[in-house]
């Protein structure tokens, strides 16, 4: 198919185009269809771009694949079944992905026009807040969400902290100095790499955080498919482990699985309770010099706030950073004022805002 084709050809030159991303530009297809050139395109880009190069790569690689004149994407004429005509676009076909363009500048300044457009499209996307995500939108923010998260969380599990001093390696010493006469001028030293860290995350899916709790969810996904170490849980007025659902699964699947789970969905608030169930089943997970701790709770606590108090304090001392992600925070003028944010605040080593996609991304400072 040519839309598989397409992708292979842009992953050669630079785009981000996976397996995944190859899936979603065919699902795009099948759900935007051929007759409206214009969103087919823009459908496309909103798959394999995130980024104002991404698009001008997109642009290059869309002229150069699909020749200068924009040409559409079905097959040519008796070259393919007439089932295989509906999905695939034709070559032949000067002017069905620009509509209306007459040659190959308006051509071009259209398809400019269209690359700012969709640059703009995820801008504000990425910066809308999660509760106010009206429905026309909320298939695309997933969709740019999802890849985002992902691709943030293989960036952190391929970083690693290299270049600390150890001993002096010798054999890299000599190999390194044999041109100038074997004299140790230039030292090589073992490099020591630091372990990444262990991610515990408890997703608060009460009532009050429904407007959240799904776009929450698959940033923990996101985070727990690509890294080695992350034990995740959800909590409303208990708590309930998900890591084995996570693990192995695709999204749909996960999804498919939680649903079944009696963590009580869109219920009450008790995190003092659900911190104790933790650090009653779970605290042997919690390692000191290697452990972040992340919270994602709006803080509205039904329970007593004593309890919340007493317990963030016993997960504080057993792990390297308390990490609190509130929606709220996102909204102006918040103030952290109800009993469980103000029992809590005391034991937090960072306090940020969950409420867009961008304050999700900027977790990376702190991992």
């Known amino acids: 198919m040519r839309i598989v084709e397409f992708c292979r050809f842009a992953r050669k030159r630079g785009l981000p185009c996976g397996v995944q991303e190859t899936l979603g530009a065919l699902e795009t297809t099948t759900i935007l269809g051929l007759e409206n050139s214009d969103e087919l395109k823009f459908g496309l880009q909103s798959i394999l771009c995130s980024s104002k190069d991404d ?9 150069e694949f699909w020749g200068g004149s924009q040409a559409g994407l079905l097959p040519k004429a008796g070259s393919n079944s007439p089932r295989e005509e509906k999905t695939i676009i034709d070559r032949s076909t000067p002017q069905s992905l620009i509509s209306g363009g007459s040659g190959k500048d308006s ?14 499209a995820r801008e504000r996307l990425t910066t809308v807040d999660f509760s106010t995500v009206p429905p026309t939108d909320a298939t695309m923010l997933e969709q740019i969400a999802l890849r985002l998260f992902k691709q943030l969380s293989k960036r952190l599990a391929r970083r690693r902290r290299n270049g600390v001093r150890g001993q002096v390696d010798l054999r890299k010493t000599l190999r390194r100095n044999i041109s100038r006469g074997g004299d140790p001028i230039s030292l090589r030293y073992r490099e020591r790499k630091r372990r990444p860290y262990r991610l515990v995350m408890l997703l608060d899916i009460s009532g009050s955080m429904s407007p959240y709790s799904i776009f929450l969810l698959k ?27 996570f693990r192995g699964h695709h999204l749909s699947d996960a999804l498919q699985a939680l649903s079944q789970q009696p963590a009580g969905w869109a ?18 997970k919690l390692r000191p010099s290697e452990t972040l701790f992340i919270i994602l709770s709006d803080g509205w606590e039904t329970g007593d706030s004593a309890v919340l108090a007493e317990e963030l304090g016993a997960v504080k001392q057993r792990v390297h950073k308390l990490i609190w992600m509130n929606p709220l925070l996102g909204m102006k003028d918040y103030q952290p004022i109800t009993r469980g944010m103000s029992a809590a605040l005391p034991y937090i080593d960072v306090f940020a805002p969950a409420h867009n996609v961008e304050s999700l991304l ?3 400072q702190h991992l």
């Open 219 to 245: 940033f923990v996904y996101a985070l727990q498919k690509h890294f080695q170490r992350v034990d995740s849980f959800l909590f409303s007025t208990r708590l309930v482990e998900v890591s084995s659902q």
């Open 107 to 120: 051509s071009l300044e259209e398809a400019g026009s269209q690359a700012a457009a969709g640059a703009s």
């Open 267 to 284: 219920g009450g608030t008790q995190i003092g309770g659900s911190l104790r169930e933790f650090n009653r089943l779970h605290r042997r």
């Open 55 to 63: 698009c001008d790569l997109f642009e290059e690689c869309f002229r």
């Open 362 to 364: 900027s977790l990376e």
